[in-house]
């Protein structure tokens, strides 16, 4: 929906999308639920086998998997995106500044995206992980 905009906008796409669209609590509340009915098919299952599910090889693959997940989540929500909403505050405030930028700024903003960088491909590789494990557990 929010494409038709951009070109009259001139290429305004990504604000659109994450502030008033709101991408990023829609991204948290779909993790968020990911995880909690991944945690609970498996509290279930593992109630199902009295316990036995933890101690097989499908079990601890599924384990492993959803700690993955688990650990992605937390780094890119706890590490990430406040990294992200900080260079956005400071983009702001650049542009609502007058005169030259301040190059204490930039270098905050720089420090600031390898963070988020650095997080967000640890995150990506912590859930590739994650499905490879969760794929591979029927199999073990």
């Known amino acids: 929906p ?8 001139g290429g305004q ?8 669209q709101r991408l990023g ?18 509290w279930r ?3 199902m086998t009295s316990g036995a ?13 959803g700690g993955a997940a688990i650990v ?5 929500f706890g590490v990430g995106k406040r990294a992200m909403q900080r260079i956005g505050a400071l983009g702001a405030q650049l542009a609502g500044a007058a005169g030259p930028p301040d190059p204490a700024i930039g270098a905050e903003m720089t420090r600031l995206q390898r963070r988020a960088n650095l997080a967000g491909g640890a995150a990506a590789t912590l859930l590739v992980i994650a499905t490879l494990a969760m794929a591979v557990a029927r199999y073990l």
Do not use: C
């Open 45 to 47: 299952y593992s109630a």
């Open 2 to 9: 929010a494409q038709p905009d951009m070109v009259r906008e």
């Open 25 to 42: 609590a829609w991204l948290a509340s779909a993790a968020g639920l990911t995880i909690l009915s991944g945690i609970g098919m498996y």
């Open 13 to 20: 796409l990504l604000p659109k999308v994450v502030v008033v």
């Open 53 to 65: 599910l933890g101690a097989s090889r499908q079990g601890m693959a599924l384990g492993a998997g």
């Open 72 to 76: 992605a989540a937390v780094l890119w």
